[in-house]
């Protein structure tokens, strides 16, 4: 397991290389179900945030 954020340039290529690969092999359909998960999420998210109101602030 790894203990700290330190990583050699070499590895923080090869880690952002893999990934842009990753995000190209991807279909249409698959970028836009998890843009739909995240949308969803941030919205239950903020449900979770009370409001203030104008008396308040």
Do not use: G
């Not at 290529?13 to 698959?30: F, G, N, P, V």
């Amino acid at each position: 397991m790894r203990t700290t954020r330190n990583q050699s340039e070499f590895t923080k290529k090869r880690i952002s290389d893999a990934m842009k690969l990753k995000h190209q092999q991807r279909t249409e359909a698959e970028k836009k179900q998890t843009a739909e998960k995240q949308s969803q999420s941030m919205k239950n998210y903020w449900k979770t945030i009370p409001t203030v109101s104008e008396t308040e602030k």
